[in-house]
Structure formats: C-alpha cells, structure tokens
C-alpha cells in the first residue's frame, strides 16, 4: 500500500515538473568503503561501528572532544552540501 501511494506521488512529481528524483535505499554494511570497519565480518558489527563513525551526534561532538568519524562520510556530505564546488 506505501508502495503504491510513493509511485503514485512520484508519477505526479514528474508530471508536474518534468524531474525524476530517486533515493536508493540500502544498508550500511552495503555501503560501507571504510577500511576498518568494512574488513568486520559480522553484519550487525559493520552497522554497529557504522553507526559510530557517521552518527550525527559523533560528528557534531567531533571538533569538541577529538572523537573519530568517517572520514568517507564526512568527504561524501561537503560533496553532497556542494563544499568547495566552484
């Protein structure tokens, strides 16, 4: 039923502008390319060290107390905010 009513919303989406917007959906352990914790054999433990890195919590704390994060994540959201794009 959710299914359904997102396709429908999405079809008048792109009716009415013509855009296609799309997010692809997946777990962390998927996703991951961080060295260190992609290397975990465990699913859980992958999500769980995930999760400890890319917290938003651990990344707003980060410049306050030193704690670690993602480096790939970090570099993957200034992409995304469009940080040092022309």
Do not use: W
Not at 1 to 15: D, I
Not at 19 to 38: K, T
């Amino acid at each position: 039923q959710a299914g359904r009513r997102a396709a429908e919303g999405l079809a008048e989406t792109e009716a009415a502008t013509g855009d296609i917007l799309a997010v692809g959906l997946s777990a962390r352990r998927n996703m991951c390319i961080h060295p260190e914790v992609s290397r975990e054999a465990d699913r859980e433990r992958i999500d769980e060290k995930c999760r400890e890195l890319t917290a938003s919590f651990v990344r707003s704390h980060s410049t306050v107390d030193s704690r670690k994060t993602c480096e790939y994540y970090t570099q993957y959201q200034d992409f995304a905010a469009g940080v040092g794009r022309g």
